[in-house]
């Protein structure tokens, strides 16, 4: 796990990266603690605060059916982001 440190009152933006799964389709989801955040591979938090700070994890899941069995693909990765207070 990667450690992002960033000022009080910044921007920050981080892309949920993966591999396109067959078929495509795939759910993207962004989480600080166990609180869903985003729905999407865009994360961006603008003004951060001193309650920005956590660990955020991003998962990935891509799902298909084959001969009526559920097959499902799915990673995810994980940062903390420390926010610097002024």
């Given amino acids: 796990m990667k450690d992002i440190e960033i000022s009080e009152n910044s921007t920050i933006s981080q892309e949920c990266k993966y591999i396109h799964g067959n078929p495509k389709q795939t759910d993207i989801s962004w989480w600080v603690e166990s609180k869903l955040v985003v729905l999407g591979s865009q994360l961006v938090i603008n003004q951060v605060s001193r309650q920005s700070a956590g ?5 990935a899941i891509n799902r ?3 001969y009526e069995m559920p097959y499902i693909g799915q990673g995810s990765g994980m940062f903390q982001l420390k926010v610097q207070c002024e």
């Fill in 55 to 59: 660990i955020y994890r991003c998962d």
């Fill in 64 to 66: 298909f059916d084959q």
